[in-house]
């Protein structure tokens, strides 16, 4: 039993890599899908991860699969992205989501357009569905190090941003610099999802942001709550998937994503909050 | 303590270059209980927001002082609509909210800032309430609750926006009985309402606004069979075709 738990990990050094990266990624993204869900901005992180693509495949066109070039390009392209959003949110009164799904259908087409110009099918499947068994020193580096940078840098945003979600009007009337820290926190985001895109490529980078967040609202009925019970379900999942991914030689990414699926999918049924069976199993009432 | 100098001036405040304020001038002394009525769409929303500074004016001028010279502290209590109630947080985090002009973003709160908050939720008769969600507010015991984040916020100018909407007569008394201790401890407070029953029995100063100042001053005059006729008729559209207004402009 114990063996199947751990040994690929201690057998095979990709393995740790993989699991090392997962990790650090299921510590620093899941908060953020919490605030992106409790925002109504789901869509965002979709339009994000997108959004990064032809950044990425720009990248790839100057310099090939090298980490570094690919970054560079996705910040670039995921920032514009960002700030393009934030306008559109602003000139349609925050009924953007048509213009947002326009927005990422066309980042994603002109993303695989580029790669297509110079690469093979292989290339073009390692930026759509990334390649977590492949993460090298590089990669491992920047997943590492965007978790290093978004963990305190949200610990200091956490209550202006949570502020804000709740009572806007509120913070504005309070001078809480809104605009400032939502700026912060959506780079925080594209961080997040280029360090998603090396293991999980671009089509997958917000599952483990968006299914933990999602799947955690049946846990915790208060905001740090949901954070730790979002961070424990990825870090869960990234741990399972990995390991169902290389006792059944299932592709990585999608393993991992499944995973983290069916923990929302369990959350809905099991969790104490608005699950399910909770609603089913009708406990008798209380006196006062 | 006494509260702060309300003083408006020529104020025109617009939606789409539409007038919702036209050319108001009023002054709320210190201390004073004002009472705003007026038909829907008669600009007292936006006349709370305009002082509270969300909605920039296009004329005139808002001016808020203290009797002795020093920084006022301003709170505004909007209607609920803009609030999101099923966000996860706790009744306690939302009342040290209050805080939010001395603490910020990163200091944390002393126990004294709690036992603060404490009393805050207690005064407002939600005691014992700190730990629990708001989502499992109903809406009148989620307007205590803002008026526990104003208690804590202990501002001079306190403006609120239909304080009393959708609760019922126990909780109306018992915010009433807050907003008395306020005036009593010489803050200015400034409350749009829709109840002239209340406003009669409770406010001493009254605005009756309809775009423009109807009638200001102490509650029975302004509150003339007259004068209420006048606000009736004011036209609730905007006349489309309006020509740029030629009226007093601003000293």
């Given at each position: 039993m114990l063996e199947a738990l751990l040994g690929p990990f201690v057998e095979f050094g990709f393995m740790r890599r993989a699991l090392v990266g997962c990790v650090a990624l299921a510590v620093a993204a899941p908060p953020l899908g919490v605030l992106l869900m409790l925002r109504r901005t789901s869509l965002t992180a979709e339009v994000l991860a997108h959004g990064v693509t032809p950044g990425i495949a720009a990248g790839f066109l100057v310099a090939g699969l090298s980490v570094p070039a690919m970054s560079l390009g996705g910040l670039v392209a995921g920032l514009l992205v960002a700030l393009g959003a934030g306008a559109l949110s602003r000139a349609t009164g925050g009924r953007e989501d048509a213009a947002l799904t326009a927005l990422y259908l066309i980042a994603l087409a002109l993303g695989v357009t580029l790669v297509s110009l110079r690469g093979d099918t292989g290339d073009l499947t390692h930026l759509l569905f990334g390649q977590v068994l492949g993460v090298d020193d590089a990669a491992l580096l920047l997943m590492a190090g965007v978790a290093t940078i978004t963990l305190p840098a949200l610990a200091l945003a956490w209550r202006p941003l949570a502020l804000e979600t709740f009572d806007p009007a509120f913070a504005r009337a309070e001078g809480a610099q809104g605009a400032l820290w939502h700026m912060l926190f959506l780079t925080l985001v594209v961080l997040n999802v280029l360090a998603a895109f090396q293991a999980m490529g671009t089509l997958m980078a917000v599952g483990l942001m968006m299914l933990p967040a999602v799947a955690a609202r049946h846990w915790a009925r208060e905001l740090s709550g949901l954070a730790y019970a979002a961070v424990a379900i990825a870090a869960a999942s990234a741990f399972a998937g990995l390991l169902a991914s290389y006792h059944l030689d299932l592709p990585s990414g999608p393993a991992i994503v499944l995973t983290a699926g069916l923990a929302w999918a369990v959350s809905v049924v099991?969790?104490?909050?608005?699950?399910l069976a909770a609603r089913l199993l009708r406990r008798p009432h209380l006196a006062g | 303590m006494r509260g702060p100098e309300l003083r408006i001036e020529h104020l025109t405040a617009t939606h789409r270059r539409h007038?919702?304020?036209?050319h108001l001038t009023a002054r709320f002394a210190p201390g004073s209980l004002t009472a705003i009525v007026g038909p829907n769409g008669a600009g007292k929303t936006t006349l709370l927001r305009a002082v509270a500074g969300l909605h920039r004016p296009d004329e005139g001028r808002i001016a808020v002082t203290h009797p002795e010279g020093r920084p006022c502290r301003l709170a505004l209590l909007p209607?609920?609509?803009?609030?999101?109630?099923?966000?996860?947080?706790?009744c306690r985090d939302v009342v040290l909210q209050g805080l939010w002009s001395r603490l910020g973003p990163f200091r944390g709160a002393s126990a004294e800032d709690r036992a603060r908050a404490s009393a805050a939720l207690e005064a407002v008769g939600l005691g014992g309430f700190g730990q629990r969600p708001v989502a499992d507010m109903s809406a009148g015991q989620f307007q205590r609750l803002l008026f526990a984040r104003l208690l804590v916020q202990d501002a001079d100018l306190i403006l609120l926006d239909e304080?009393?909407?959708?609760?019922?007569a126990r909780t109306a008394a018992d915010l009433l009985a807050v907003l008395k201790r306020w005036h009593g401890e010489g803050r200015t407070v400034v409350a749009v309402l829709h109840d002239l029953d209340l406003v009669r029995a409770e406010f001493p100063d009254c605005l009756l606004l309809?775009?423009?100042?109807v009638a200001f001053g102490p509650t029975a005059e302004v509150l003339s069979a007259a004068n209420r006729l006048k606000a009736r008729m004011?036209?609730?559209?905007?006349?489309?075709?309006?020509?740029?207004c030629a009226g007093p402009k601003a000293a």
């Open positions: 099991a969790g104490p909050v608005d699950g | 007038p919702a304020v036209h209607q609920q609509a803009g609030m999101d109630r099923t966000f996860p947080i706790l304080p009393f909407n959708a609760v019922d309809a775009r423009e100042k004011m036209a609730e559209a905007w006349d489309e075709d309006a020509a740029i």
